[in-house]
């Protein structure tokens, strides 16, 4: 954001928000004073919010922990300072009082979260206006709103009219939050979890509740549509009062209609692969809502359709060849990672000794996406087969991040037999990609914290398999807001996070922080 | 470094400590002091912007009153404890924190439930208020975050004929309770039967995989047979022996999940007739279907009779009556399992929620997700949280 020039003197009035039904228009009292003043005065206290928030979330978090002492010397807190929004100082929570006593400066931001304070309150101020610009820093990272541009130019005006909605709508009831069991049809376990994760995907869930799919413009006319099916369970989760389990009878039957070949050994009545029918509805969702092309498998698909929208990713391999040092690249399209835990665990068990280590989640990444490895390849330039370092990262990162932990392979000796890997891997709640992307690769990033922000994800749903490989439950947690519920079947529970971070994850869904 | 503590003073270092010892204890307790203001000021934000809206819901309600029209009047100017509305604002007097001591939903105007009414942190609630449908969830084993459980599922295939009875008998007067329904709790949940959308018969849930699986898909008991006659027979077709009597192996074959006992005589029959049963081997095709889709409306029933006085008020209230049928519109859907056609096809009242106060946050989303869609949900999400108790 430090590019952007700051136009301190722009002669764009800052706008408060317009007064809303259900909300005052100021913070407080204290806030109304100081908007209600001059036209200048709001400009500037609104320009040094923007610039104070700037300083805290733009750069290294050392500037506005450090305040300067009564005898001049810096100090450097771990907890908060508050900056002034009058003028350009940083205080700590004693001088604050000091320092409003004496220059009649009543706000302070509170240096870790960018909270307003007011003295004269002497408590926080949620001010709709300007935490507003905090909620919208802290997201995008910008305060500028282009969707609201796009809005404009597209929307139609009396649609958007609260009367018009209003008076052509009903609400849905309060209790209708979209948290219900799914009932098991008979071994279904693998698809409630599956469809648990997808119900709670804010992504697939503003689609669909937006019309995003509207059956009388479906395609498939007279055929069953799974996308419609999906749109009918969203309907009865979020519109509908009822609080026990779903049927999800309609998506059942779509998969035992459909006739994709690949996942045709999915179709029995026995325990099934959750991953597989992850990725039997995401090609199957795509299908009837994207540019009707199969998704191929190692090379590039770009569509504008939900699913891609929401999953896919890229990720790039260059290959360089030991002889020549050629390079090539090569780029594919993917909707989810699968991370091998196997052998990672032989060798951090050989290095500790420990017999059943446990792995973090970015230790199986790091091996991934970050260490090369050996490979032979007909080079083009050698016109031979040469020995090539072979290195994959991450070109571009898809807005919710399906991550697959190999827990199910075939051990390969004697028996060629599936066995389940109990590997315990540690997975934080909030997940840094950058150093997995392209974009890490030979570039100090240390302190782009813009570039970071785009790489945060929060984790939004993990799926558990509890038994053995041939036999074992399903089971799921899913974040609401910041609180997490673990489904089994028809069974919602409240989850805290250390059971949801205890798990033995299997499918792991993690969310991208900001949408910019 | 002089100081043995940081700005929590829980974690103290002996005073006999070095300079490195203090630092660190003085580290750790810093941070904790950060975790917890932290938590306490996402906590603040939540209640504070929920009381000071609710000190505008309020504001906005008396002048819309003192308006007598539709359209609240601009010119009316009305003061409570906590807010005053003047020329179509809304200002807070005070600390919202003082001055409003209760949260009124935002999109019902009903007031909250603070506490859970089961499990852990319960209280009863007032029984003369009409809360917002939206509660705390409930902690307590056993027990969905609703409260509710369900009835253990029964024996399965081995379900003898005269528990099926009994539970007809419960199930199909529909509207009057019958001693067996009295027996249960209204928050204990039997399992629901779905149809299906071939045959459009009436399937218990549990079932209903293994029966679409016959039904739709190949995976039946004739479709194994077939291909494990294939198997045996190899290339020499026409074996006439196989095709009358099956052979006990390609019998075992079928896919049995885990949950079904294996009772050969049973298996004998056709697949066909072992759903029937589901519902009553004696009656005609018709009236069988009626009795397994109402044990869904007596739970509904009971359902409405948990919180008491509360639904008869709320149906009262002219405002609230379109939000009922909204509610109960899905529901009948799965409810008149012989007409689903009919009903699926008027317009559910439901899908209007699309259009609703929501929809500009949602559809702003959806065709072009790269929008705040984050931030709109950040908002909508952080107020669900406002009455669910800390955990």
Known sequence: ?516 | MSSSTGKAGVIAAPDESTNMDKLAHAVLDDVLYNIVHDLLLKVHRDEKIARAATAAIRVEKLASDASESPEINPDVRIETDAATYEAGKVTLKGNPLKTTKEILCPRCHLPRLLYPTDGKGARKPDPTVIYCKKHPYIEKPGYDIYGQTWVAPGPGRGKKKKDMEKKLGDDSPGMTPTPDSKERPPNVLSFPSATCSKCKRCILVTRLNNHMGSCIGNSGRNASRAAAQKISNGGSNGNSQNNDNTPPSSQKGTPVPGSRAPSPRKRDADEMEDDYEESDPTNPKKKKLKPTALPKKVILKNKGQGPGPKKEKVKANSLLSGELKVSASPKLKNLEVPHKKSTSKIPSPAKKLKLGPQKPQLAAASPMPKANGREVDDVSESSGTLSSPPR
């Open chain 1, 1 to 516: 954001m430090s590019a952007r020039p700051t136009t301190p003197a722009s002669p764009k009035n800052v706008k408060i928000k317009d007064p809303e039904a259900g909300t005052p228009v100021y913070g407080c009292e204290h806030v109304q004073r100081m908007f209600c003043q001059a036209q200048d005065v709001i400009n500037t206290s609104i320009q040094h919010y923007k610039m104070i928030l700037r300083s805290i979330f733009d750069n290294n978090t050392v500037v506005p922990q450090t305040s300067k002492a009564a005898d001049g010397q810096p100090l450097t807190s771990l907890t908060s300072n508050y900056l002034c929004l009058q003028c350009p100082v940083t205080l700590t929570e004693e001088e604050r009082t000091k320092h409003g006593k004496q220059k009649s400066h009543r706000f302070y931001v509170d240096s870790r979260s960018g909270s307003l304070y007011c003295q004269m309150c002497d408590d926080f101020v949620w001010d709709p206006t300007l935490e507003d610009l905090r909620v919208r820093k802290i997201g995008t990272g910008t305060f500028s709103s282009r969707k609201r541009k796009h809005e404009e130019m597209f929307s139609d005006p009396v649609k958007e009219d609260p009367r018009y909605i209003s008076s052509n709508t009903t609400t849905a009831s309060c209790r209708a939050n979209g948290l219900r069991g799914i009932y098991n049809a008979g071994a279904t376990c693998y698809q409630n979890v599956v469809l648990q994760s997808f119900l709670h995907n804010p992504m697939m869930r503003n689609f669909y509740l937006s019309d995003g799919h509207k059956r009388e413009n479906c395609r498939q006319e007279g055929e069953y549509c799974l996308s419609c099916a999906m749109d009918d369970t969203f309907q009865e989760f979020y519109a509908a009062e009822s609080t026990n389990g779903y049927t999800a009878a309609n998506i059942l039957s779509g998969f035992w209609i459909s006739e994709k070949k690949a996942f045709e050994n999915l179709v029995t009545t026995k325990e099934q692969d959750a991953h597989e029918f992850f990725q039997f509805l995401a090609e199957e969702l795509h299908e009837r809502n994207g540019d009707g092309k199969k998704p191929e498998i190692g090379s590039e698909h770009s569509c504008n359709c939900i699913i891609h929208q929401t999953f896919y990713g890229k990720l790039q391999s260059t290959t360089t060849c030991q002889h020549c040092g050629g390079v090539t690249n090569q780029v594919q399209s993917f909707l989810d990672l699968s991370l091998p835990l196997e052998n990672l665990a032989q060798k951090k068990g050989k290095k500790s000794g420990a017999k059943a280590p446990a792995l973090t989640l970015q230790e199986c990444l790091e091996e991934e996406y970050i260490k090369s490895d050996k490979c032979e390849y007909r080079c083009h330039s050698c016109n031979s087969t040469q020995q090539a370092r072979r290195q994959t990262s991450i070109k571009r990162l898809p807005n919710v991040l399906s991550i697959q932990l190999k827990r199910f392979e075939y051990k390969q000796g004697r028996h060629d037999k599936a066995a389940k890997i109990e590997t315990q891997v540690q997975f934080p709640l909030q997940l840094n990609m950058l150093p997995y992307t392209n974009r890490a690769r030979g570039q100090d990033t240390k302190d782009n914290y813009e570039l970071a922000r785009s790489c945060t994800y929060d984790l939004l749903s993990v799926i558990v398999h509890v038994g053995e490989i041939d036999t074992g439950h399903y089971v799921s947690y899913c974040r609401v807001g910041d609180q997490w519920f673990a489904f089994n079947d028809h069974r919602v529970e409240l989850a805290n996070k250390s059971d949801v971070l205890g798990a033995k994850a299997y499918l792991l869904f993690y969310i991208i922080r900001s949408l910019a």
